[in-house]
């Protein structure tokens, strides 16, 4: 992913500036830092389908269901990835970098 970034800001300029570099740089940690959250959030939500059975008030059980989230949502985002828009999304910050280069 860091090299998708860096090469459609390196095909938009032939020296990008340290400044152009940093805020490249910067929209990629966001959106890795983004995805790791997302996966200690699909460890917690496989943690709690694992958990074994305890006995509960109604009212808590109603609050588990909630909050168990589908585990097909949760593994789409992780799987089936959309590279473009996922480096659109790190080069928010960077002026001037076109889709694709151009």
Known sequence: MLALVLSRLLASRQNPSNEELERALLGWQ???????????ELNRQMDLRRMPKVPRGAAEDEENKEELLDMNVMFDWLFNID????????????NGVARNGV
């Open 83 to 94: 590279f473009e828009k996922a480096v659109d999304e790190c080069m928010k910050g960077v």
């Open 30 to 40: 966001s959106f890795r830092q983004t995805r790791v959250d997302r996966v200690l």
